[in-house]
């Protein structure tokens, strides 16, 4: 479908809503879509100056803030291409994706100087670097004031749907992360599927305290709620206090989050005084939401749209909506409506209802390709065009998908096959566990034994004897954790998915 790109989207909202409040950030900065617009042509005129043009990349190194919006669509206006940078990389991962995207431009807030500053110098072409505020590094004109003085806005380029809009560099669980190809089909696709099955419309006010760099939080929070006009508080981190004030005081309808986010918020001593009677809509991905977390919202009156993606799907593959939270509790739902889900076995034809296998994604969501990595593309695409995604599900027979894990994370022991998704749900549930891994170790009777890694509440002690007694009766017996490990925090990714590579490192090597 021809829309011009997403280029043309703040145009169209400018005549469509002027002066509807596009962005709350912070105390006091509010932005009708007149002002997003215009802001974004002026990024586009800054660019140019900076000798930008069609196909060139531009990166975004900071928090959420409008800056973040103004780049992206002032880029994409003019043919360039977006490359949000994770805000936690350390500074040779930045350095990576800087020099894999052949980034032209970078805007970053001030606070990464001296991790820029570290590795410019090894940077065969580094960037030119635009520090966000009024003023730069050496006293020349911050962001801020080039916008200010921009000279005309070069005209509108017409992207073609399969135009490159942005490049979104993997979690990098395994190896370097790789850049996935977002086309402005993709992005026009999932925003479409999200506002379909989760009812986006234009008086929605969306609290965004995920990052906008994480595709989540970027293709299905902030474009959908673009495209329909609504609003968007941007926040630049997650504080429960904080965020429920803001909820109260703007009237909040919409928030995504992983279930820590709602924990925490439930968990806050201003839950209970809070009034959350604005909120409709809350969406929650990374993993399943323990039943604690479901009855603490449902005592509000509130259920969750739960779901299932990555990266190379925009993310958006299947959606749990909130009436079917406990009618297919453990379930991340059906495929998006402009996209198709099937499971298949080892030799990629499609399994029975019940039988697991590995999930396929296709749609007009489903990316274009690595950057650069030709051979990688072919590998992660099936003949018949199909994302193979690397994850082990399986559809019951109404067509809802569950998730039994990652291929690379299926636990054999004995001969038998262990799905650690299934333990961990019914691990969360234990009154004081607030995360929960469970990951292969090596046993020399078994091959493999799972081990649970947990992270608990202060004041609670959990250990294996009481895991173990949870879970028997419920799994079976192979599937009960040999032993049980309480660490201080699981490692994660900028979207909220625990890191197993680094648990399997620190504990997989021998047994416990």
Not at 166 to 182: E, F, H, I, M, N
Not at 184 to 194: G, K, P, R, Y
């Amino acid at each position: 479908m021809r829309t011009q790109g997403l280029g043309a989207w703040l145009p169209r909202r400018r005549l469509r809503s002027p002066e509807k409040t596009a962005v709350v950030f912070g105390e006091n900065q509010r932005l009708t879509y007149r002002q997003l617009a215009d802001r974004a042509e002026a990024v586009s005129a800054v660019l140019v100056e900076e000798g930008v043009g069609t196909g060139d990349t531009v990166a975004y190194l900071g928090e959420n803030s409008p800056d973040f919006l103004v780049t992206l669509f002032g880029a994409v206006r003019m043919g360039a291409v977006f490359v949000p940078v994770n805000t936690r990389l350390a500074g040779p991962e930045i350095a990576h994706v800087l020099t894999d995207s052949r980034a032209r431009v970078l805007i970053h807030d001030a606070v990464f100087d001296d991790r820029l500053d570290a590795i410019e110098s090894g940077l065969a072409s580094p960037p030119r670097r635009i520090r966000t505020g009024a003023s730069g590094r050496n006293g020349e004109a911050g962001f801020d004031r080039r916008m200010d003085a921009a000279g005309p806005a070069p005209a509108l380029v017409i992207a073609e749907p399969d135009a490159p809009a942005a490049v979104v560099y993997t979690s990098g669980t395994t190896g370097r992360p790789k850049g996935a190809v977002l086309t402005h089909e993709n992005l026009t696709a999932v925003a479409v599927n999200t506002i379909i099955d989760y009812d986006v419309v234009s008086d929605d006010v969306a609290l965004m305290i995920s990052p906008l760099f994480h595709v989540a939080s970027l293709g299905m929070g902030a474009l959908p709620v673009v495209l329909k006009g609504g609003t968007l508080v941007l926040e630049k981190g997650f504080e429960a206090g904080r965020a429920l004030d803001l909820v109260e005081q703007h009237r909040v309808t919409m928030i995504s989050g992983v279930p820590t986010t709602f924990q925490l918020m439930a968990d806050h001593p201003s839950w209970a005084s809070t009034d959350i009677s604005s909120l409709h809509t809350l969406t929650c991905g990374g993993s399943a939401v323990p039943d604690r977390i479901l009855r603490a919202w449902e005592e509000r009156g509130l259920s969750f749209s739960q779901g299932y993606g990555m990266t190379e799907t925009s993310p958006g593959a299947t959606s749990l909506a909130p009436h079917m939270t406990r009618a297919k509790q453990g379930s991340v739902g059906l495929p998006h409506f402009f996209t198709e889900v099937r499971v298949v076995d080892d030799e990629g034809r499609p399994v029975p209802a019940g039988t697991v296998g590995e999930i396929h994604v296709t749609g007009p969501n489903v990316f274009a390709g690595y950057l650069g990595l030709n051979e990688a593309t072919r590998a992660a695409k099936t003949d018949d065009g199909w994302f193979r995604s690397g994850d082990l599900g399986y559809l019951d027979a109404d067509g809802y998908l569950y998730i039994c894990g990652r291929s690379k994370d299926m636990i054999i022991s004995g001969g038998e096959n262990i799905y650690p998704a299934e333990v961990e749900a019914l691990i969360a549930d234990i009154p004081g566990v607030t995360g929960v891994a469970v990951i292969g170790i090596p046993d020399d009777r078994w091959g493999e034994v799972p081990l649970a890694v947990l992270t608990v509440s202060q004041g609670t002690t959990v250990d294996t004897a009481a895991v173990r007694a949870h879970l028997d009766g419920q799994v079976a017996r192979y599937k009960l954790p040999k032993d049980v490990v309480v660490v201080e925090a699981l490692p994660r990714t900028a979207s909220g998915k625990i890191v197993k590579a680094e648990l399997r490192e620190r504990f997989g090597a021998s047994p416990i």
